[in-house]
């Protein structure tokens, strides 16, 4: 599989890539109808999430309901962080036919958008990591507390209204030649609307009620992808803006523990951008990172194969040495 250094040079496209299929829904400029539905999806989960203490206290919330959040935020997110994040977009290990097609519907149910769109736009924020270009970097405004306050804010929801696309074709054209990946990208809807039915269904048969169907979707549905989506996003912004810094980048990516367990190890971002293609983002003692844990067991099952752990020498080799782990000094090195 093509990893991101294959495919996100700045080379003039040739006609050949002129007849590569349409990827997912619209082109390289958002509309309005778009942005407008983009709003939506991301403000009713979060007012649902909002609304969850209060309906909690007054007992609207069962084992079951707490269940259906639990499982559907961990299929999405491991959906997110094994399939869209280090298989997709990295290229970490390889995977038989149907785990691939598996990986790209469960990361389409957390509600983050069509696969190859974001596959194109993370690898386009690999390239340009922190510097101008990059979608949603939050020192794009400055290093002042205004500056960085605005940059948070636009790391973490802003930069998705921006009207331009990155462009699919020259940043994911390996995603966009694979028939059954097009397809499920531009599936997104659907796959949007069984990921949100779900939790209700579920919740409306286990209990025989309409409450228990309500409950299932207000917790299983909003609340759990409002959750997962803060969390996402978090990583964008919190990760790039704080953090330890143990091992060499050249941006300003940072190890946040608090956030590890429910990003599913993609926190500990400082060895991400170090080592881009890496399997496993939790190499230090402790560090909790329930996606390799997967992907090691996926890989015993013969399901992936071809799985890039990272080496003892190798993880040594990208370590800091001159003291600025914690002082957030960006380094250089090379990246995927």
Known sequence: MPTSSDVIDDAPRSPDDASLPAATLGGERKGSLEQITLLLFIAVPFVALVAAVPLAWGRGVSWLDIGLLVFFYYLGCHG????YHRYFTHGSFKAKRPLRI??????????????VRWVADHRK?????D????????????????????????AHIGWMFDQERTPQEKYAPDLVKDPAIRAISRQFIYWTMLSLALPPLIGGLATMSWWGAFTGFFWGSLVRV???HHVTWSINSICHAVGKRPFKSRDRSGNVWWLAVLSCGESWHNLHHADPTSARH??????????????????????????RWPSRSRIDSKRNTDGSASRGKTETAEAA
């Not at 997110?80 to 399939?83: D, P, R």
């Not at 924020?125 to 990591?129: A, E, G, L, P, Q």
């Open 80 to 83: 997110v962080t094994i399939g």
């Open 131 to 154: 510097a101008e270009g990059d979608p949603h970097s939050p020192w794009r405004y400055g290093e002042t507390v205004p500056a960085l306050m605005k940059g948070l804010w636009w």
């Open 282 to 307: 939790g190499v230090q003692r402790g560090q909790v990172d329930s996606s390799a844990r997967i992907i090691r067991w996926c890989e015993q099952l013969g399901w992936a194969y071809d799985v």
């Open 102 to 115: 598996g990986l790209a519907i469960a990361g389409s149910m957390a509600v983050e958008g069509p696969v």
């Open 125 to 129: 924020h690999h390239k340009f990591s």
């Open 226 to 228: 409002a959750l997962l």
